[in-house]
């Protein structure tokens, strides 16, 4: 918990097992969170008077001070506009008031970390530093240079990328500009870089559409051409890269690997470093198989098998002809990375935007692995580093993904701000749907063969080595044990997507089969005894332990006896729909004979033999029948049981980043605010939890008392008794349905800050001087008629005082001014109405972000408002011989405001109309207004916006201190302003006469 141990007592959820790991406080979280709004990839590192920006880090504080840094760049690194500041274009054209214009710009897009800035809480900035930041175009070509430069550190080559390096203008990789994007579609805005394996040496090309002049052009550059396997192999120890680890796992070391790690590519019987064994060495291989698993061979035999093995993995890659693509995007997708540090504490947070809901990961997913790469290569942390993830809604999703992924040495803790969850649960689930949902990556793995070797069992091959490679090999330390199964299932990603090979109904077959036979676990009911208990008997569709840590499934066969089949081959079956017709024949294989049709002329059926390795069956032969029965070549065989291959590799995706959730879940923290109320949205309550799972339960707890309470109220009416049985009937809740409506309620991340204390930590209620401020706001936001033109106009500025003028007055008693004061906030709609540009709906937002809660509160608390969030200095008077009385003098509202730096005031959010400053109120008597006091006939007009406006209306204006020439019969009296309007017209005053 960082410098605040002493403090636990002043926050609200300080038992929970994640603060006794944090070293981030929720302050600096929501913070950074908020900071990703800002175009980060635009800052400028180095010394502003400088060309070239170097990649250094710089203090937080600094930046958002200068918002000069913020520069748009040429190819030369030459300023050619400024993302902050209009009308400059070098640093000679901003003086003081387009600076002044720039930080309120910043405001505006990152208003949470401005105005901790500019108040005594903001010291906190003052001690982290920029380390990385970028959006979508940043980071691709970060990435590309970052490989010429990382394969050149080998090779001893020059780079040729450097931006200003004319020495070889041939080798610069010239990427297309922000500018020239535009004038792209998105599908010309992709770059592949095409990774190529042939005779064991790598090269890697940059191919993407450029332009030259104004015709797109394809653009072909080398990044590394003939990287050595030995290389390679060295490249595989410090890149984050999954394709650099996808070729490196490929060619194996055999130096280094005892060949009993091999048995599952022996096993594979078409295996060419089987049959290479068997035929160019005179291996016995099912004897070798044995051996190898009994540790009986001798150590020369040991030592002449690995020279061997090494010559068959050679002859293989020879043969293999590998090329892996990696798309790359350079559109904006709305990815944005913000990574800062503090000593050994890092932070990275994300912004992304709303996911494909056909899609099972985010399409931004790989580029955190990108991310991780660049930073390990730029030394901005170390083994003592611990990590911190935060984010807010997609980007907390991107986050929350990271966490699970990243290395257990270097994950710290994990915080997320949401007002939407269901997504995330997707992550973590496995239903029936997730069958049909879209696994493809950015990766395409092409494997050709050759001559002496099929495509097919090339492709299963690399599998095989792939796999056991995996498995035996300490791998870079930045994903993880889900390494493996994302690898394997970007390979079989690259053959065929799950949804083309198997249709829904046989997968959803596949799926109740997996859950008779143990391998999947519903958890749908959680009444069910020992729910609570773990977090896997809470998971929709855990995978169990019997299917991730074993290589078969076990099935009945045949007169109720059970074998072993090979995991990816027995869920092939399941999808083939076999009935349990599996027979042993005399020679101990087994068959399986599915028959889909019978016509006069023969049948439409399929069968399979599977034969015994070591204890578990694999299918060797595939035959089809028409009119008589054909063994399917090698080919034909690969692409038919390549659905058993994908489904297991993307079980075993989703059962790896459940079993990382559950290993790390007390480590991350879920801050969620409950919308509640399903009309404005913004009732809601604040919900912390360290369980998503708990907190789900909760949500959906809450939904069900909403959709309860409005069909309760529907009972009450006649008329909706079809409307009560639809939503009884409806399969969504009547919160999702308010989400399906047209125009879309604003919430951001400003909605957590006002439970943030103090100290810096997330409390279950609202701080004081929140609610100050939006008692002062909401009375300022009543007397402006509820326009909010004027309240943007002065949100951004520096606080200002207001002052608006009333009359108190009640008969027959005296005037409760704090009764006044809360009646002119209830009056108030707490709903704004936005334009929708290119739509005919419109999009609507809370004025005042928990005006409930603020509004329960100062009711419950009306007797101590004056002095605590007012100061009154007026006088009561009596009018009509005491018929009424009236409050005449000066209400200063939200008096606390005037300590400045001292007092937060929570008026930089975008959606909401709080503003800073203090409100002064003038009481007038007799429903008069002291417009103005004329002796000697001149008029002198008092500025106040309510009689300014009034005189607005009817077309007169007068600025303030402004006085009127004119004759007038009332004397030096107060006049009321509607007198001064009918006085004005009579006279038909010109505009123009009116001058002050």
């Not at 994007?181 to 064991?200: C, M, P, V, Y």
């Not at 009640?810 to 409760?816: A, R, Y």
């Not at 005919?840 to 809370?846: I, P, R």
């Amino acid at each position: 918990m960082g410098s605040n141990k002493e403090k636990e007592s002043d926050f609200a959820f300080k038992k929970l097992p994640i603060d006794s790991e944090r070293a981030v406080s929720d302050k600096e979280l929501l913070t950074f969170t908020n900071l990703t709004n800002l175009k980060w990839e635009f800052l400028d590192y180095g010394n502003k008077k400088g060309d070239l920006p170097s990649e250094a880090s710089l203090r937080l504080s600094e930046v958002l001070k200068d918002p000069e840094r913020f520069a748009i760049r040429d190819a030369e690194g030459k300023i050619q506009d400024y993302v902050y500041i209009k009308n400059a274009k070098k640093e000679e054209d901003i003086d003081q008031e387009k600076k002044e214009e720039g930080i309120r710009e910043l405001r505006q897009e990152a208003g949470i970390a401005m105005e901790y800035l500019e108040k005594d809480e903001g010291e906190f900035l003052k001690n982290w530093e920029v380390v990385y930041a970028a959006d979508n175009y940043k980071l691709v070509t970060d990435y590309i240079d970052y490989l010429k430069g990382f394969f050149s550190s080998f090779t001893g080559e020059s780079e040729g990328t450097g931006e200003g390096d004319d020495s070889d203008d041939s080798k610069r990789i010239k990427f297309p500009s922000r500018k020239d994007l535009e004038r792209l579609n998105n599908t010309e805005k992709i770059i592949k870089l095409g990774f190529s394996l042939a005779d064991a040496a790598l090269s890697i090309s940059c191919n993407y559409v450029g332009l030259d002049g104004t015709t797109p052009t394809n653009i072909s550059k080398d990044i590394a051409r003939n990287i050595s396997k030995n290389t390679i192999r060295d490249v595989i120890q410090e890149s984050e890269s999954l394709v650099l680890q996808i070729i490196g796992t490929a060619l194996l070391e055999v130096e280094k690997l005892e060949p009993k790690i091999l048995l599952p590519v022996l096993k594979y019987v078409s295996s060419p470093i089987s049959k290479y064994l068997r035929e160019q060495c005179d291996y016995d291989v099912d004897k070798l198989i044995k051996d190898l698993e009994n540790d009986s061979l001798s150590r020369v035999e040991n030592v002449k098998l690995k020279r061997d093995i090494k010559k068959a993995l050679e002859s293989y890659n020879r043969a293999m002809n590998m090329e892996i693509i990696e798309k790359l995007t350079l559109f904006d997708t709305g990815f944005r990375v913000l990574v800062l540090r503090k000593g050994d504490n890092i932070v990275i947070a994300y912004k992304g935007e709303k996911t494909d809901d056909n899609k099972v990961l985010p399409a931004e997913f790989y580029n955190l692995h990108i991310v991780y790469q660049l930073l390990v290569q730029r030394d901005f942390f170390n083994e003592e580093s611990r990590i911190s993830f935060t984010g807010y809604q997609e980007g907390a999703d991107l986050s929350f993904l990271n966490s699970l992924i990243v290395d257990e040495n270097n994950f710290g803790t994990a915080h997320f701000f949401y007002n939407s969850i269901e997504k995330t649960a997707e992550y973590l689930n496995f239903t029936r749907n997730h069958l049909d949902k879209d696994y493809k990556s950015n990766i395409e793995i092409v494997i050709s063969g050759s001559e002496d070797l099929s495509k097919a069992v090339a492709v299963r091959t690399f599998y095989a080595v792939i796999a056991v490679t995996l498995k035996g090999v300490k791998m870079a330390a930045g994903i993880a044990s889900l390494k493996t199964v994302l690898l394997t299932l970007i390979i079989w990603q690259g053959i065929k997507a799950m949804a083309e090979l198997v249709n829904a109904a046989k997968i959803r077959r596949i799926y109740d089969e997996l859950q008779k036979l143990g391998l999947i676990k519903s958890n749908d009911k959680k009444e069910r005894e020992g729910y609570l208990l773990k977090l896997e008997n809470r998971i929709k569709g855990y995978i169990t332990n019997e299917f991730m840590d074993s290589d078969y499934i076990t099935l009945e066969i045949e007169g109720g006896k059970k074998v072993d089949i090979k995991k990816e081959d027995a869920i092939y079956l399941l999808s083939k729909e076999y009935d349990d017709d599996i027979i042993k024949d005399l020679q101990g294989n087994l068959e399986v004979e599915i028959i889909r049709s019978m016509s006069r002329v023969g049948s439409d059926a399929e069968k399979y033999i599977l034969e015994e390795k070591e204890g578990i069956y694999q299918i060797t032969e595939v035959f089809t029948q028409g009119l008589i029965y054909r063994k399917l070549d090698e080919e034909e065989q690969e692409d038919k049981l390549a659905s058993g291959e994908v489904l297991t590799s993307i079980m075993e995706m989703m059962g790896g980043i459940q079993r990382n959730y559950i290993n790390r879940a007390a480590r991350i923290r879920f801050n969620y605010y409950d919308k509640g109320d399903f009309v404005s949205r913004e009732a809601g309550d604040l919900i912390i939890k360290d369980n998503l799972l708990d907190l789900l339960d909760e949500i959906e707890e809450s939904n069900q008392e909403v959709d309860s309470k409005i069909i309760n109220y529907l009972k009450t009416i006649p008329e909706s008794r079809e409307i009560e049985n639809l939503l009884k009937k409806a399969t969504i809740t009547v919160n999702e349905l308010m989400d399906k409506l047209p125009g879309e309620t604003l919430i951001n991340e400003f909605i957590f800050m006002p439970y943030i204390s103090k100290e810096g930590y997330l409390e279950n209620e609202l701080r004081e001087e929140y609610i100050a401020s939006v008692f002062k706001s909401m009375i300022q936001y009543h007397y402006e008629d509820q326009k909010k033109h004027y309240l943007d106009r002065i949100k951004y500025e520096k606080g200002e005082k207001v002052q608006y003028s009333d009359d108190f007055k009640k008969l027959f008693g005296e005037v409760d001014l704090s009764e006044e004061l809360l009646q002119k906030m209830e009056e108030i709609s707490n709903i704004i109405f936005v334009e929708k540009p290119y739509s005919q709906y419109d999009d609507y937002h809370a004025a005042f972000n928990h005006y409930r809660k603020v509004l329960e509160k100062l009711r419950s608390e009306k007797e101590k408002l004056e002095n605590k969030y007012y100061k009154d200095g007026s006088e009561k008077m009596e009018g009509f011989k005491g018929l009424f009385t009236s409050i005449v003098g000066l209400i200063t509202v939200n008096p606390a405001a005037e300590k400045g730096k001292t007092v937060m005031e929570y008026k930089y959010n975008p959606y909401d109309c709080i503003t800073g400053g203090i409100l002064e109120i003038i009481g007038l008597k007799e429903h008069t207004e002291e417009v103005a006091f004329f002796p000697e006939y001149d008029i002198f007009i008092r500025h106040t916006e309510l009689g300014r406006k009034s005189l607005l209306a009817q077309g007169i204006d007068i600025k303030k201190g402004a006085k009127i020439e004119m004759k007038c019969s009332r004397g030096g009296k107060p006049i009321k302003t509607a007198d001064l309007i009918k006085y004005c017209k009579k006279h038909e005053r010109p505009k123009e006469n009116l001058s002050g």
